[in-house]
């Protein structure tokens, strides 16, 4: 025998969980856009180089290893599909 919730108490603690996902990330990105813009505006030349030169230094590392996957994935391509024609091997998978 379980322990019966009341259908009210059970309809809050649905409803207040998708309320506070929906209302929390607008909050979150309208706060960081204005802060990272205002601060970006106000500063001088070479803070905002320094800005361009860190995302430049940052994207480097992801876009070089989806490169990297990229040309290993398509240069491996037809290894696997192509039959063993090696006399060697004795078995027939």
């Not at 990272?36 to 361009?52: D, K, V």
């Not at 290893?65 to 063993?84: E, H, I, T």
Request: net charge positive; with cysteine.
């Amino acid at each position: 025998m379980g322990i019966r919730i009341r259908p009210t108490l059970r309809s809050i603690t649905i409803t207040l969980p998708v309320l506070v996902a929906l209302v929390l990330p607008p909050l979150a990105f309208s706060q960081g856009c204005a802060l990272c813009y205002t601060q970006a505006a106000n500063s001088g030349a070479r803070l905002i180089q320094a800005l361009r030169n860190g995302i430049v230094i940052l994207i480097i590392p992801p876009v070089s290893m989806c490169l990297g996957a990229m040309v290993l994935a398509y240069r491996k391509r037809n290894q696997f599909g192509q039959a063993n024609t090696h006399a060697e091997s004795g078995s027939d998978w």
